[in-house]
């Protein structure tokens, strides 16, 4: 399994409105989009100072699949433009690791 993991910051206003745009549009689409290989994601939440920082760890089965996803340079940060407007900065690329221990 890959887990595939990317940051974005925005302000405390903005918080609320991403976490929702996330759980309702952009996460449930990419379910839609996939119809195997994604496990979906874990979503984490943080205030630092001014900001507010969002980490996903996204599952899936292989290297194919995150491609499949995000294409052919895979590691390119996939940030739709109604999530930019949302975010004061994000990781431009996404780290991806081999899954050695999960919970199950």
Known sequence: MISRTWRGWTTHENAGAYEALLLTSILPGIRARLESGYHGAFLYRREIGNEVEFLTTML?????????????????????????????????????????????
Request: charged letters at 30%; hydrophobic letters at 45%.
């Open 60 to 104: 899936f089965d292989s290297m194919e699949i995150v491609r499949q996803f995000a294409g052919d340079d895979y590691e390119v940060a996939v940030v739709p433009a109604a999530a930019r407007e949302l975010l004061v900065r994000f990781d431009s690329r996404s780290a991806h690791y081999e899954v050695l221990l999960s919970p199950e």
